[in-house]
């Protein structure tokens, strides 16, 4: 009888065990997938490609047994060679090969240069070949960067109490309303795929006090524009009894500084890869919804249109503006008008036609949307009600309030849009492994 007695030891190494210590001279066995070939002669260089990043090989003629010809991009292998110092090389070194095992080669030339420093492709078909395009380390980076933003959403919320749930994407009712819904039969009766995660992370503030999740949401809209999707990875958290709206993004700053703090320390050689600044999280400005308005239709003369809500000319205006007036990258605003707020948004005491909610803009464009919520049953029927809304779908939700909860609110952010305006690209679709929009369904 066999016993397996954990992760076994493999005899090839990753690019950081070549770096760990000296092996200048040593022999050692190293696997990838032939990423480039640049064949000199008697002399080539092979380019294999690791999860860690690139690592130059020298084939040399009647040294290394195998011929080169027979050597093809995109093919997987195992080497063995002598590791040297180069300077000129990936991370400063290269391994001398002695041999050359091919695992597995492909059976068509690549459709795309992937072995260039920039992909020179159009978005679509970028799109088209993502199993393909990403393989060039720079397009493959950016989801690097946002593994980093992933990575320190869950560890600073655990690091603060949260409990991480997963609710359930099926359902019969939708938290935010409004058309924008997928629906479909469930076993022949009528379902939706879910929003957001809203009432199930409120119902579990009053199991857990503090949850978050990291998990897709649906809207049907018939968009096409470069900041929406119809499926998009939202960082969703709520907590409970919280002192007021402005617990929730003084929670979100942390999580900002943790996360810039974590990206310069971990994914260092992405950030200079995509030529990354890390923006400025120290402090952020907040500002109300009514007042950034004013000041940007009164600095750029700019006319308000809609009061009800920011268009996206204002908010890239609300980002320049506080990005003039005190350096800032992001900025809270706050208040937002009570009828572009769900039903479960609380009133503002002081002024009902505002809420005690907000969005988070970076660099212009709002990645968050957040804020306190009525945890009383009857204030949470008494808007119900005032909005001519049915409590049908909603008893289970409704339940958890006639039971008790505490004061409590909370955020959603697009993971997407902030990795999107995190490495300076200017389509969501860039930043989105596999995109869902009007048009796309594949790969």
């Known amino acids: ?81 002598v590791v040297s110092k180069e300077d000129r ?22 459709p795309l240069a992937i072995s260039k420093w920039k992909l020179n492709t159009s978005l679509e078909a970028n799109l088209n070949y993502r199993a393909i395009s990403l393989r060039n380390v720079r397009e493959r980076a950016k989801f690097r960067i946002q593994e980093g933003i992933v990575r320190g959403f869950r560890d ?51 199991v857990f006090d503090r949850v978050f999740e990291t998990a897709p949401v649906f809207r049907a809209e018939k968009h096409n524009t470069k900041r929406h999707l119809n499926e998009y990875t939202s960082l969703d958290f ?24 974590l990206l310069s320390k971990e994914y260092a050689k992405e950030l200079k890869m995509l030529n990354i600044t890390l923006p400025n999280v120290d402090k952020i400005p907040a500002v109300r ?34 990005k003039e007036e005190c350096g800032a990258d992001f900025v809270f605003i706050t208040h937002y008008p009570s009828k572009k707020r769900p039903f479960y948004a609380m009133d503002d005491p002081e002024d009902a036609t505002y809420t ?10 709002e990645i968050t949307t957040g804020g306190q919520r009525i945890h009383d049953y009857n204030e949470l029927l008494a808007k119900i009600e005032k909005r001519g809304m049915t409590t049908e779908g909603m008893e289970q939700y409704l339940s958890a309030f006639k039971h008790g909860m505490p004061p409590h609110g909370g955020l959603g952010i697009g993971l997407e849009r902030l990795t999107m305006q995190l490495v300076g690209e200017d389509n969501v679709r860039e930043t989105t492994l596999f995109p869902r929009d009007l048009s796309r369904l594949e790969p």
């Open 89 to 110: 090389a990936p991370n400063g070194i290269e391994i001398r090969l002695s041999e050359i095992q091919v695992l597995s080669e492909p059976v068509e030339p690549m």
């Open 156 to 206: 600073f919320l655990y690091k603060e109490g949260f409990t991480e749930i997963h609710t359930p994407k099926l359902g019969a009712k939708s938290a935010e309303g409004g058309a924008n819904l997928f629906k479909l039969e469930y076993f022949h009766r009528p379902a939706i795929l879910q929003q957001s995660p809203q009432f199930y992370k409120q119902m579990m503030v009053g």
């Open 289 to 322: 919804f009514d007042e950034a308005k004013q000041k940007v239709s009164e600095k750029y003369g700019r006319k308000i249109r809609n009061p009800y809500d920011l268009e996206p000319e204002e908010e890239a205006l609300i980002g320049k503006y506080y």
């Open 1 to 81: 009888m066999d016993f397996v007695t954990g992760v076994t030891k493999k005899e090839t190494l990753e690019i950081s065990e070549l770096l760990a210590g000296d092996l200048t001279g040593e022999t050692v066995r190293v696997n990838g997938a032939v990423h480039a070939i640049r064949d000199m002669g008697e002399v080539a260089f092979v380019i294999l490609r690791k999860r860690e990043g690139l690592l130059q090989c020298v084939y040399e003629e009647g040294k290394t047994n195998f011929d080169l010809k027979d050597l093809k991009e995109g093919a997987t292998v195992e080497v063995k060679g």
């Open 356 to 365: 005690l909610s907000f969005d988070l803009l970076f660099h212009g464009l």
């Open 238 to 261: 709520e907590m409970g009894y919280i002192d007021g709206y402005e617990d929730i993004m003084a929670m979100e700053t942390g999580f900002l500084q943790y996360t810039m703090e």
